[in-house]
């Protein structure tokens, strides 16, 4: 059973910054795409980045150039680095990981971690 495993999340002031990180249970480069999203109190949850297997990397909207996804073989995560962060970035963000091989419709989520953005 694949595991994804969020790190990172915490209080920080607004404009500040914080790294989450994605440590799933097996290697990184097994999956197809990795994506972090977020969920507000009462709001859907949202797409905040995804990243490919080959690299190619994909910002939604509402965190577009305060935010930086990657690949970091060496520890095996896959981070999430937010930048200028603002009150309204207060959410559970969460880790999913979709496709392998041998099962192109593996889709496997964490549980969460809460960042809270205070003024």
């Known amino acids: 059973q694949v595991q994804l495993v969020e790190s990172g999340g915490g209080l920080v002031q607004a404009g500040g910054s914080l790294r989450l990180s994605c440590a799933p249970s097996v290697n990184i480069f097994v999956f197809h795409n990795v994506a972090w999203y977020r969920q507000a109190p009462g709001k859907e949850r949202e797409l905040v980045a995804n990243i490919a297997l080959r690299g190619d990397v994909h910002y939604a909207d509402a965190m577009r150039g305060r935010v930086a996804i990657s690949h970091d073989s060496t520890n095996n995560i896959v981070p999430l680095q937010i930048m200028d962060a603002k009150v309204d970035d207060t959410a559970v963000y969460y880790c999913?990981?979709?496709?392998?091989?041998?099962?192109?419709?593996?889709?496997?989520w964490g549980q969460g971690t809460q960042v809270t953005v205070v003024s």
């Open positions: 999913n990981a979709r496709g392998r091989y041998g099962d192109a419709a593996a889709d496997y």
